[in-house]
């Protein structure tokens, strides 16, 4: 039996504590595409999701992730978190509320939507 999308997803957060950029990318479609709304372009592909997650592990500890509210509706996982982004001994707690689409046990979109304005706060941006 395969995984659950919602198992997946749950799965996926996990590695932003471990830093496992490598688990994290396979989680993956081929042609995959993590969208930080508020930040930039779509990043498509694991190549650039993995260049992506290289730069952010280079200067953070780790994320720690609560899920506050988490709702399934069939390829579509739609997640309320709490990310604690730590560097250090220094933690910076961003609201974040995610679209997940999951396709035969694989992400083919992970689009975060957050604001810019808490990011400044924490001076994360």
């Not at 659950?4 to 799965?11: D, G, K, T």
């Amino acid at each position: 039996m395969s995984e659950s999308n919602e198992a997946l997803l749950r799965r996926f957060l996990t590695y932003w504590a471990t830093r496992d950029a490598e688990a994290m990318v396979a989680c993956f479609a081929e042609g995959g595409v993590y969208d930080n709304v508020p930040e930039r372009k779509p990043l498509k592909g694991r190549e650039a999701i993995r260049a992506w997650l290289d730069m952010c592990f280079g200067h953070l500890t780790r994320i720690d992730v609560e899920i506050v509210n988490l709702a399934v509706n069939g390829e579509w996982v739609l997640c309320e978190r709490l990310d604690d982004h730590v560097i250090g001994e220094r933690h910076m707690v961003l609201p974040v509320m995610g679209a997940i689409r999951i396709v035969d046990g694989q992400i083919v979109t992970f689009r975060d939507y957050y604001d810019r304005k808490t990011v400044a706060e924490l001076g994360m941006g």
